[in-house]
């Protein structure tokens, strides 16, 4: 049994023509004890299938469950298994990281003593043992991310939703974060994350579901994901034109693949499928044909990159985030 | 980041507790007060500034029960700034709501596996705290301007019970603008933009004798005026030219009717309302 198990799930926002069709049969299933990363632009429909996941919202169609419970039809059972923590860092600014936590544990039902010895464990795992006594107004972005992360995992969660944990956070706090969630997942915790960041997917995953228009359009791993998209590319851009024809095959042999030629600026493109050690054959193979290089890269895909090859149109925001109708 | 501890299986949750997560939740609302002293005070401030204004600048000129005595007017007048006072707590629970929304709080407070109504509530309870405290103020402010308990006090005790249940009530239909509005300053206008005709168009601060014929029985009517006319009787202070009609002849019950019926229709709403909001 899949921990998340998502079939046929629609949900539209608004009415006539201001609506706006934020899920559109998504299908999405997520092993035990894996991690999913959903990849997706802003307006993709990834918060709200996080959203309909954590019992915030109601679906207009399909049937979305959590180890088994269906969070329409079970959501109090759903809510005792997964932990969330959102884009804003929903914690009370006023209380301490420690009223915090204890309030949480609390709230899912935890004995005091039992409270209080948990919110002292996470304090400690997640670096706020110092902060844990001022009130949380006075942490920085980072703190603030990591508290709201621990509230998420007070009791326990089998399951955690993570939307978007570091957007807007410095690259320090990003991987001080990254590094948290990884030992969350050690422990054994299915865990789905939003992201738009091919980075962050690639780093904690170990499936993406790529998802545009309030549907998944691609998923595998990372590796097949990046492979679908080409992997990393080598970019040559060669001083004489009258060599491309020379060039490109230097470039096949080298990157031994299919080369793309564009002569205006008279750049090629080729797959390098082992990085930099393709990059270097290339240079070899040019060097000995006696090809001029103007310029030579090694370019990681992007999500950009991901999203050109799948729909064939940019990574834009496809689609406006408002759920202030919904109701 | 040090990883010292290993987890446990997670472990099978107790069912939760309405009584339990509402007194939490009522907790979280007190702890926060000290810490905004900025909040306490203005919310303080604004009732003097209510009883200095009417005790000694109008009152002098406003005329009740046909006596232009201005200590009886100050008598009076603080029946109706108690019940004033006590409905413009909706403004405590349509801001604290409004901005628990903001920060994504309602959100996660509905992901937890919580009584449905326990977030509300918990609001409610703790600024029915705070509103008591400001009621405390209120009456040692009335005692420096002359007012007295006159009756028993039983009936003084009643009086007092009346204006917290009526606070209660208030704090419900702020509940509902909290959760309906989607900003602070909006929830903090929309709290109480309404209230100002209200408490004026009653017997607050003037004796609606004094007031047209079409709008005497909207000010005699009005739960405001309600309350205020219990308080005065209930404290055997004067009480103007109420008339003979059911409100003024019955104001213990009308009140409690109106405290009745506004929680229960404003409770049912704002819980409802609660379960289908959305923060972002």
């Known amino acids: 049994m899949p921990a998340i198990d998502v079939a046929g799930l629609g949900k539209t926002f608004g009415s006539g023509k201001q609506s706006v069709r934020a899920l559109d049969n998504l299908d999405l299933s997520v092993p035990e004890r894996t991690v999913t990363a959903l990849l997706g632009p802003n307006g993709a429909g990834k918060t709200t299938t996080v959203r309909v996941l954590a019992t915030l919202l109601r679906p207009d169609q399909g049937t979305a469950r959590v180890l088994g419970h269906d969070v329409t039809q079970e959501p109090d059972t759903v809510r005792r298994l997964v932990g969330l923590s959102g884009q804003f860092s929903a914690i009370d600014e006023n209380l301490t990281g420690y009223e915090n936590l204890w309030m949480f544990g609390r709230l899912y039902g935890l004995p005091s003593s039992e409270a209080r010895q948990r919110s002292r464990e996470l304090l400690e795992l997640f670096d706020l043992v110092e902060a844990a006594d001022r009130p949380a107004k006075t942490y920085s972005g980072g703190m603030k991310r990591r508290l709201d992360l621990a509230g998420a995992l007070v009791a326990h969660p089998r399951v955690l939703f993570l939307d978007e944990p570091t957007t807007g956070l410095d690259p320090k706090s990003r991987l001080e974060l990254w590094g948290v969630i990884r030992d969350r997942v050690e422990q054994g915790v299915t865990l789905l994350l939003t992201t738009q960041y091919l980075e962050e997917a690639d780093a904690l995953a170990d499936s993406i579901a790529v998802i545009d228009h309030g549907s998944v359009i691609a998923s595998g791993t990372s590796d097949e994901l990046k492979r679908d998209v080409g992997g990393e590319r080598i970019e040559v851009v060669i001083h004489d034109p009258t060599r491309l024809d020379v060039a490109r095959e230097s470039l096949a042999r080298a990157a031994d693949c299919d080369v793309d030629v564009d002569e205006r600026p008279r750049r090629l493109t080729a797959t390098a499928r082992d990085g930099s050690d393709t990059l270097v054959r290339v240079i070899r193979e040019l060097d000995t044909a006696g090809v001029d290089i103007d310029d030579i890269g090694l370019h990681r895909p992007t999500l950009d990159d991901v999203f050109l090859t799948l729909t064939g149109h940019l990574a834009e925001e496809s689609a406006p985030q408002s759920e202030e109708v919904a109701s | ?280």
């Open chain 2, 1 to 280: 980041m040090s990883d010292t501890v290993t987890e446990a299986a997670a472990p099978s949750l107790p069912r939760s507790n309405p009584v339990t997560d509402s007194l939490v939740l009522v907790w979280r609302n007190l702890k926060r007060l000290p810490r905004q002293p900025d909040m306490v005070v203005y919310g303080t401030i604004q009732p003097i500034m209510f009883v200095v204004l009417f005790a000694y600048v109008f009152g002098g000129s406003i005329s009740v029960g046909g006596t232009n005595d201005a200590s009886t007017y100050r008598e009076f007048l603080m029946g109706g700034i108690f019940a004033q006072t006590m409905a413009f707590s909706v403004a405590s629970s349509s801001v604290g709501l409004a901005d628990d929304m903001n920060k994504g709080l309602i959100d996660r407070f509905r992901s937890l596996p919580i009584t449905r109504g326990s977030v509300i509530t918990g609001r409610v309870v703790g600024d029915l705290a705070f509103n008591a405290f400001v009621l405390l103020v209120m009456v040692a402010c009335g005692f420096a301007v002359g007012w007295r308990i006159r009756s028993n006090l039983w009936e003084a005790g009643l009086a007092f019970l009346i204006l917290l249940g009526f606070t209660f009530a208030m704090l419900w239909i702020g509940a509902l603008i909290g959760l309906s509005v989607r900003s602070v300053e909006v929830a903090s206008s929309a709290g109480l933009i309404w209230l100002f005709p209200l408490s004026f168009i009653s017997s607050c601060f003037v004796d609606p004798a004094y007031m047209p014929d079409w709008m005497q029985p909207i000010a005699e009517w009005n739960p405001i005026s309600a309350v205020a006319l219990a308080v005065r009787d209930l404290c055997g202070n004067p009480v103007g030219n109420v008339g003979d009609g059911f409100p003024a002849e019955h104001p213990v019950l009308l009140s409690i009717l109106y405290i009745v019926a506004i929680t229960a229709l404003f409770s049912w709403l704002a819980v409802r309302k609660y379960q289908r909001t959305t923060a972002h």
